[in-house]
T-cell receptor, first 113, second 110 residues
Framework: GAGVSQSPSNKVTEKGKDVELRCDPI?????LYWYRQRLGQGLEFLIY????????KSGLPSDRFSAERTGESVSTLTIQRTQQEDSAVYLC???????????FGPGTRLTVT | GENVEQHPSTLSVQEGDSAVIKCTYS??????FPWYKQELGKRPQLIID?????GEKKDQRIAVTLNKTAKHFSLHITETQPEDSAVYFC?????????FGKGTRLHILP
């Protein structure tokens, strides 16, 4: 079956612009996660959704970052007024919920120039 | 909140030898401990996981041990092969939130 997909795969933007990253989870997966991975670094938790509710937003680095999810489907991560330090790969993962294997998407590589 | 520490950050072993990666966690309520492997330029993939009601789990050359009292868990890879070269991440989970360690870059030397 189809895995987690993310779009775009690559995004180059100018400093100060807004960007929107999209994640399509595996159908039926109630939990959805966003992570940031800087080059050669670990997985930095940003936010997760259970259904369309976000119980934990503690990982969002600043108020320039926001995310939403429609039902148990698509999620978008929005970064406003991008800064160079936002450059990273943004990974989305979904899971059936209640603690279990996460299935990762291919990521969106964001470059802020 | 949960904090996961992972050691070492880099590990080099001769092909055929064993590799051990260790993690500690802070939240005693964490009950699910997965390990992910990330090859260069690829997405992380689950290789093995363990729940808090189990002390050890093995899958072919890979094993994970969990010490709930000490709040630490370890990944053991035996008879290492070149394709084991990758970055390995441990994680600890309570309910739906999963916190990852910073990763261990494993090099298998010929």
């Amino acid at each position: 079956g189809a895995g987690v997909s993310q779009s775009p795969s690559n995004k180059v933007t100018e400093k100060g612009k807004d960007v929107e990253l999209r994640c399509d989870p595996i159908s039926g997966h109630t939990a959805l996660y966003w992570y940031r991975q800087r080059l050669g670094q670990g997985l930095e938790f940003l936010i997760y959704f259970q259904g369309n509710s976000a119980p934990d937003k503690s990982g969002l680095p600043s108020d320039r970052f926001s995310a939403e999810r429609t039902g148990e489907s698509v999620s978008t991560l929005t970064i406003q007024r991008t800064q160079q330090e936002d450059s990273a790969v943004y990974l989305c993962a979904s899971s059936p919920g209640q603690g279990g294997e996460q299935y990762f998407g291919p990521g969106t590589r964001l470059t802020v120039t | 909140g949960e904090n996961v520490e992972q050691h070492p950050s880099t590990l080099s072993v001769q092909e055929g030898d064993s590799a051990v990666i260790k993690c500690t966690y802070s939240d005693s309520a964490s009950n699910y401990f997965p390990w992910y492997k990330q090859e260069l330029g690829k997405r992380p993939q689950l290789i093995i996981d363990i729940r808090s009601n189990v002390g050890e789990k093995k899958d072919q050359r890979i094993a994970v041990t969990l010490n709930k009292t000490a709040k630490h868990f370890s990944l053991h890879i035996t008879e290492t092969q070149p394709e084991d070269s990758a970055v390995y991440f441990c994680a600890a989970s309570r309910d739906d939130k999963i916190i990852f360690g910073k990763g261990t870059r494993l090099h298998i030397l010929p």
